[in-house]
């Protein structure tokens, strides 16, 4: 699924970004006072955020940007923006931030708070013509092998005039940075901290001082390391994303709204309608629903905006698409986190009720398209429902969550290069002993209980040195935490074989044979004989080879591509979902 699996390995850097998930983008809209840029620093004791604002460079748009540098260079488009003469403010909704600053007498200058999630923390902003250059005083680089990819981190020290050292650590590929580091020199021995994930790197220096080596520790075994000073990285290149649609589109676009069927939530998103002359019935539509975690309306992910791309590809073809938001998330409200799988479904009720009183949608051909958790709630909604014409699984689940999780640690595992059969398994047993530990707890247990019980069974398991025992118990606190959330309660538990039996319409379902998140070779199968079951015969199911979780053409299916490949879903998949609902919705869908 999309949600982070839960094995987690004890030395993999766990960082922790004050701004959130840096990149999923705000859709969003944005006022400007003036064409100047702003810089300022946010420092939270034990991290630096180095925050570049400047209007958007789309002339046609009054949208203003924040541009995260220590978070992979990331531009974020702020939801409002305001210089009024004797204040600076602006939001930023899909990380619950604010800013507001009062303005010097020469307006160069903006002094305030920037406040998050019930923190506030000074912030001083100052006018600058383009985007400063970062200059420390020495630069080390360095490369971990973490078992599923390479990890090159950048510690960038500053000197003051007094000669005290300021010293930053960056984890480039994980788009991290700014974490506090100190360090300690005796003679040529060299001690780097970094409280905030408890990294510790030992090391010594070589004879011409242009190289560290030594070994890293964060909780667990010891990674080799050689630091070397280097030139500063530069600022990673924008990602290429050749198939985000770029205007002018040759289809109408709407910002629209409407109301969940649970009370108290309201959904935003878009709706994409062809501009060609409608049926006399109305254009068929369709409702995309997002994989877990929360997501924005076209579920980007390491900048692939993949339901923009299939919103594109349908409505070119005479199909309107609905995208949105999910609740608490972007324009959306609601609280996602108090929600699971059976909420999501009461949004796409909502969502469906939207697009039936739609005057030029056709009210009996409206279907859904979920992808990973999207099609689980797809499948609630499409059981023994009336309402809906088609239903297109993307990587839809066809077993338990349980059975999930246990197939994608191992298959995660084994894509990113992991041949240690006993590593495997002992990681297994541990997924096992933890959801099992969950499942045998009421919802109200506490996390102690559940460590006991999961430790009982876990004892042979257990490292004998101290340091590495309390970081091993870390390991099992992060994982049933993650296991005992509501979401995951119900997913652990929710098999979709029954539901899948009450749908009715047509099916079509189509899975990657590299998606190592969602197998194919166990979903596809259950899937099928469910449906068959409940005597549904409109089903195509299909694995499509050379294919990840994403749709993206891939070489092994690790999650670690998904980022790195420049397709963001195959051509072949949106070929065949236009051409199978278009077939589908003209062929008819009585029941």
Request: proline share 5%.
């Amino acid at each position: 699924m999309s949600r982070t699996p839960v094995y987690r390995l004890q030395y993999l850097l766990l960082m922790v970004c004050v701004l959130g998930t840096l990149l999923q983008r705000c859709q969003a809209q944005s006022s400007t006072a003036d064409s100047v840029a702003w810089y300022g620093e946010l420092d939270t004791g034990v991290r630096s955020f180095r925050f570049f604002i400047h209007p958007s460079p789309d002339p046609a748009g009054a949208a203003w940007q924040l541009l995260s540098l220590d978070e992979g260079a990331v531009d974020l488009t702020l939801d409002s923006f305001r210089n009024d003469g004797s204040t600076l403010a602006f939001e930023l909704k899909k990380t619950n931030a604010s800013y507001l600053g009062n303005l010097n007498a020469a307006r160069d200058e903006a002094t305030g708070q920037w406040k998050q999630n019930g923190a506030s923390l000074n912030l001083t902003l100052r006018q600058v013509n383009e985007r400063p250059v970062d200059k420390p005083a020495e630069v080390w680089t360095g490369e971990l092998t973490v078992l599923f990819q390479k990890l090159p981190l950048q510690f960038r020290l500053y000197r003051d005039a007094e000669g005290n050292e300021l010293l930053r650590m960056d984890s480039l590929a994980q788009k991290a940075g700014g974490f506090l580091a100190v360090r300690n020199v005796t003679d040529n021995r060299w001690s780097l901290q970094v409280p905030q994930i408890s990294g510790k790197f030992e090391g010594e220096l070589s004879a011409y001082g242009k190289s560290v080596s030594g070994q890293w520790t964060q909780g667990g075994p010891q990674l080799d390391l050689t630091l070397t000073r280097s030139e500063l990285a530069p600022s990673p290149r924008p990602a290429n994303r050749p198939q985000t649609p770029k205007p002018p589109l040759p289809y109408e676009v709407s910002e629209v709204g409407f109301e969940s069927l649970d009370a108290g939530v309201s959904l935003a998103g878009t709706l994409t309608i062809p501009r060609t002359a409608a049926p006399a019935a109305g254009f068929p539509a369709a409702i995309l629903i997002s994989g877990s975690g929360p997501q924005d309306r076209d579920e980007t992910l390491f900048e692939h905006r993949p339901f923009a791309v299939i919103a594109d590809a349908l409505t070119r073809s005479g199909i309107a698409v609905l995208r949105f938001d999910d609740r608490g998330t972007g324009q959306s409200t609601g609280n996602f986190a108090a929600a699971d799988s059976r909420n999501f479904r009461q949004d796409v009720l909502g969502a469906l009720r939207f697009l039936q009183g739609h005057a030029r949608l056709n009210s009996r051909a409206i279907g859904l398209i979920g992808h990973s958790e999207g099609g689980l709630i797809a499948t609630l909604t499409s059981a023994g429902s009336k309402d809906v014409a088609f239903l297109v699984l993307l990587a839809g689940t066809g077993v338990s969550g349980a059975d999930i999780l246990l197939s994608q640690g191992e298959l995660i595992a084994r894509a990113e290069g992991i041949t240690d059969e006993k590593l495997l398994r002992d990681q297994r047993r541990q997924q096992e002993v933890l959801i099992r530990t969950v499942l045998q707890h009421p919802a109200d247990a506490t996390v102690e209980i559940l460590r006991t019980t999961a430790l009982q069974e876990l004892a042979e398991q257990m490292p004998a040195d101290p340091d590495a025992r309390k970081a091993f118990e870390a390991q099992l606190d992060g994982g049933l935490k993650t296991l005992h959330a509501l979401w995951f309660r119900f997913f652990l538990t929710y098999n979709p074989a029954d539901d899948l039996k009450r749908v009715t319409c047509p099916v079509l379902a189509l899975n990657g044979a590299r998606d190592t998140q969602v197998d194919p070779r166990l979903n596809l199968p259950a899937i099928r004989s469910s449906l068959a079951a409940g005597g549904n015969q409109r089903v195509s199911v299909e694995e499509l080879p050379g294919l990840n979780h994403l749709f993206q053409t891939c070489r092994t299916g690790g999650v670690s591509e998904y980022e790195q490949i420049e397709e963001t879903i195959s051509p072949l998949v949106l070929q065949r979902l236009t051409e199978w609902i278009s077939s589908t919705v003209s062929g008819g869908m009585s029941r």
